[in-house]
């Protein structure tokens, strides 16, 4: 094929992380210098699959002119879908009933027919799944990682887990100050239902008296131990950093309570392990509500849960997020000039690499024991749940 | 699978469960057969194993032992990837949903726990009805018999109407559960062979009814005024799950009331208070349950709503 002509596309899986626009931009631009074509398809796959929804066809050519007008910090340009699995495609037929038909021959066909060689897809750890399954039919893909929680494996960063970061510690320095002048002590539950990357780093950042993660199973008694030793009357609170996927080390007595669950949490996730119903994915706020009920039968203290939850996904990108957005979407590009597929783009310090799909699905990044991070959050006297 | 040709008894239909000793599903106590594949997609349904029409994939965490004990799952003849741990937590295995989705009957059921099985399994009319007939002297005196539920049995109405003819052979009551959304010619072929029919009347703005089941209501309207016509010997039975927020009001009560009043042979109208029982299912499938922030709705509202159908049926509190 004539490089002058060919014709790429990029599209986004469901999820928000702030700043798509950049990894957008990145592959635009980059594609441009290549004299590529590169096309965005909306909404996920509906672009292609439905484009009679559109009236521009449900493809967005992405030149430089309109790449130069994005707000960087705006919204993403092609949209997002709830649903980007291909192989489901829910559909009210013609016989009006509801029903999930598999799409997936039909999406190839019409990547064909547009004349598209190679799809780059921001995604998030479903999302791997899904385009390694397309993958697998014969798509020529090139994944880019997305997660708030830098939950996914075989990179060091995922993009938009820099501007949650950003954000939470932002969050917790108001809280911190709401705690103060409150005389209590705050709960804060942070998004992250398998790792506690997000929980661990802002939770250091501000300085928290306790983080609670799902890779460490938690005494709340070692936790209250601890807040009795930092609270006093010239200190009269305390934070509390807790992942919404943390965990009890043993059931307190008489209940049969964990943080993440109850009834809003029980039984509602894909990644659910333990006893069935201990984690959710789509509702926040228990985790937080039963640490804060449980330190309040232990401590004379005032404790109050505050949830921040899908919050952080708004906002504008940090300065990481910004280049590291342009770097994923120009590294996707450059990863299909070098007959790269079935990949994913992965940030290794301080090279952009890519690595087989095969090694980023099916695994979780989650923290480490020998972390760092773990030691320095024990060096700053922070209570990660019990003694380590 | 319904062949014409084939013998009634040996006609096949999916199957998702069989469940003895029901006392909401009709009159008396019944036997509840509960076929596979729905046609709407309701966001507070609390049967999610019933909606796709083949059998499929269904995992129970509580029962893995885990990978160091057993593993099973991790290697072939189960489907590369589809299983898998995760480094640093517990060493339960997690399922990849969008990989398992080539794990059949067959694989699942090497799982030594159970923890793998599958929702819904191929069965004849006559392999449901010897089960069925199990409970034939209660049913005779309660006044109950059997009932097919589903996801939507009008959506299997060879396999419906040779069962429901079977159970009619054998002097067993029978009833049907519906949402009404299939064409008429399933309705008309099953509903000989019905002595109660069960239908939901979920919401009459049609607007409402695809925003919150993902179809419109006009042809379950239709549906439904034609059976209540052409078979004026069955005894119907309406009912609402009600769900607050979306239809837990007095305009909807009435609209239903004013759609089934004028029919004699419509006995009921019964208010079913939603309920969060079947979210564990969801979690069994790996799919998102969509309605998680809506709660049951309080007593006094059902309360108030009932004393407007009891009124329209002409009952007071005493009765």
């Known amino acids: 094929m004539n490089k002058k002509t060919r014709r790429i596309a990029i599209n986004v899986g469901g999820g928000f992380v702030p700043g798509m626009n950049t990894v957008v931009a990145g592959a635009a631009l980059a594609a441009g210098e290549l004299g590529w074509e590169l096309v965005g398809i909306r909404n996920g796959f509906d672009g292609l699959l439905h484009p009679d929804h559109y009236t521009e066809g449900g493809l967005v050519p992405l030149d430089r002119k309109l790449i130069e007008s994005l707000e960087p910090a705006g919204g993403g340009i092609l949209g997002q879908s709830a649903r980007v699995d291909p192989f489901h495609v829910r559909q009210v037929n013609e016989d009006n009933l509801a029903e999930e038909v598999d799409m997936s021959d039909f999406l190839l066909e019409r990547l064909k027919e547009e004349k598209i060689d190679a799809l780059i897809s921001v995604v998030g750890g479903r999302g791997l799944s899904i385009l390694y399954k397309l993958h697998r039919k014969g798509l020529n893909t090139v994944c880019i990682p997305r997660s708030i929680e830098n939950d996914i494996a075989a990179t060091m960063v995922s993009f938009g887990f820099n501007s949650a970061l950003s954000f939470t510690i932002e969050m917790l320095d108001r809280i911190s100050q709401a705690v103060i002048s409150a005389r209590r002590i705050g709960v804060v539950e942070v998004l992250g239902e398998q790792s506690g990357w997000l929980a661990l780093q802002a939770g250091i950042a501000a300085v928290a008296d306790a983080i609670l993660i799902p890779e460490i199973p938690c005494d709340l008694h070692t ?97 990481v997020d910004r280049q590291l957005g342009l770097a994923y979407g120009a590294g996707a590009v450059q990863a299909v000039k070098a007959g790269e597929n079935g990949v994913m783009v992965a940030f290794a310090p301080p090279n952009i690499d890519f690595v087989p799909l095969t090694e980023a699905i099916n695994k979780v990044r989650t923290v480490p024991a020998d972390s760092e991070l773990i030691q320095i959050a024990q060096s700053l006297g922070i209570c990660l749940g019990r003694e380590l | 699978m319904n062949n014409q040709t084939t013998k009634p008894s040996e006609k096949t239909g999916i199957v998702l469960n069989i469940q003895r000793y029901c006392s909401h599903d009709g009159p008396g106590i019944r036997t509840t057969v509960f076929l596979k594949g729905c046609s709407v997609r309701c966001k507070w349904c609390s049967n999610p194993e019933s909606i796709r029409p083949k059998p499929e994939l269904a995992y129970d965490v509580s029962k893995c032992t885990g990978a160091e004990e057993c593993g099973l799952c991790l290697k072939s003849p189960f489907p590369e990837g589809a299983f898998y741990v995760v480094d640093g937590a517990d060493d339960k295995i997690r399922v990849n949903w969008d990989l398992a989705t080539e794990c059949d009957e067959e694989t699942a059921s090497l799982c030594p726990t159970d923890a793998l099985y599958m929702f819904g399994k191929e069965l004849t009319v006559e392999e449901v009805l010897t089960e069925v007939e199990k409970d034939a002297s209660f049913y005779r005196n309660t006044g109950g018999g059997m009932t097919l539920s589903g996801g939507e049995c009008f959506l299997q109405p060879d396999f419906c109407a040779a069962l429901l003819e079977g159970a009619h052979s054998s002097g067993i009551n029978t009833a049907i559960e519906t949402a009404g959304n299939v064409p008429w010619e399933n309705v008309e072929k099953v509903l000989p062979h019905v002595d109660v029919m069960l239908h939901d009347l979920k919401l009459t703005i049609p607007e409402r009814h695809k925003k919150w089941t993902g179809v419109d209501n006009k042809r379950i309207l239709e549906n439904f005024k034609k059976a209540y016509e052409t078979f004026p010997d069955i005894r119907f039975i309406a009912r609402t799950p009600l769900i607050p927020v979306v239809n837990d009001d007095e305009e909807h009560i009435r609209a239903v009331l004013e759609f089934i009043r004028p029919h004699k042979n419509v006995i009921d109208y019964e208010l079913l208070p939603y309920h969060r029982f079947g979210t564990g299912k969801y979690e069994f499938l790996g799919i998102v349950y969509e309605l998680s922030d809506f709660t049951t709705p309080s007593e006094e509202s059902v309360q108030r709503l009932q004393a407007i159908i009891d009124e329209a049926f002409g009952r007071n509190k005493e009765d």
């Open chain 1, 223 to 319: 936790v209250a131990a601890k807040l009795k030793e930092r609270i006093s009357l010239s200190r009269p609170y305390g934070l509390v950093v807790v992942a919404e996927g943390a965990q009890l080390a043993e059931k307190p007595q008489g209940q049969a309570e964990k943080p993440g669950s109850g009834s809003l949490k029980d039984s509602l996730s894909p990644g659910a392990t333990g006893d069935s119903g201990e984690h959710v994915i789509q509702r926040s706020g228990q985790a937080a509500k039963t640490v804060a009920r449980q330190l309040q039968l232990m401590l004379p203290e005032e404790t109050y849960p505050v949830v921040l939850g899908p919050l952080v996904r708004g906002g504008p990108p940090t300065a």
